[in-house]
């Protein structure tokens, strides 16, 4: 149950990152450890799941693999080090490997094929379609609290810029001329400023992509929120505990 638990945590504390099969383009997170992982994935129309332990790692690999035998481990160390380099926005390392996914009804399906020990090696990632709570934790939730994170940052920088204003023109008074008057700037309007932002910068992100970039500043900020959300989880548990978080990718 202990492991179910940190498993479930390694996996909150991973942020969102773009990935894709063929032409199939997706948001996903995974997470590994020696006995299961943990996959939730998104095409931002709707978000599936799957979580495994040995028993069905080990039934699914024999159904896939009868010729090749390995420990549990050997095949969740060959499954991470495919999808480990597609999450970080390269290729796998190994040359062999190909991925493709269908869908059926509710059900996402992710093909892998590669080699392991020289032998074919097959893999079926049956993701269902999440739950609402799964979604509203690891989306919804974290993504209301980045919009006030990313305000309160705003109007901070605000207050900043009109102190440095209030700082220049103290100087100016005092006499003091800049060398270069190309470098001179108009006093800093919040209300202007929002303005401009709303009609000039706002469309141009609107209409850059379809929201897969999730950019790594925003995976820190993903993260940072809930690594804050757990500890306030761990702090509010009556037994306070040790996680010893799986290794998942980073």
Not at 124 to 136: M, N, Y
Not at 142 to 148: D, G, R, V, Y
Not at 159 to 172: G, H, M, N, T, V
Request: aromatic share 8%.
């Amino acid at each position: 149950m202990q492991e179910l638990e940190d498993m479930d945590i390694a996996l909150l504390l991973q942020p969102w990152r773009s990935i894709s099969f063929g032409s199939s383009k997706f948001l996903a997170k995974v997470c590994f450890s020696n006995t299961g992982y943990a996959l939730l994935i998104s095409d931002l129309s709707g978000v599936w799941h799957e979580e495994v332990d040995t028993g069905i790692v080990e039934g699914r690999s024999k159904d896939l693999n009868k010729r090749l035998k390995a420990p549990v481990c050997s095949f969740l160390k060959h499954l991470s080090e495919l999808l480990q380099p597609l999450l970080l926005g390269g290729q796998t390392d190994h040359g062999s490997a190909s991925f493709s996914c269908h869908r059926n009804d509710s059900q996402l399906t992710i093909h892998v094929k590669s080699e392991l020990s020289g032998l074919p090696f097959y893999w079926d990632f049956h993701c269902g379609e999440a739950s609402g709570s799964l979604v509203s934790r690891h989306l919804l939730q974290p993504l209301m609290k980045m919009c006030l994170a990313l305000e309160r940052q705003s109007q901070e920088l605000g207050a900043l810029l009109l102190q440095k204003d209030l700082e220049i023109q103290d100087y100016r008074e005092s006499g003091a001329m800049l060398s270069r008057s190309r470098l001179e700037t108009e006093m800093f309007d919040e209300k202007c400023f929002l303005e401009r932002f709303l009609c000039k910068s706002l469309p141009e992100v609107c209409s850059g992509g379809n929201g897969m970039a999730f950019t790594g500043s925003l995976q820190h900020l993903y993260t940072a929120v809930l690594s804050q959300e757990v500890k306030h989880q761990l702090s509010d548990c009556s037994c306070m505990r040790s996680i010893e978080v799986p290794e998942c990718i980073t």
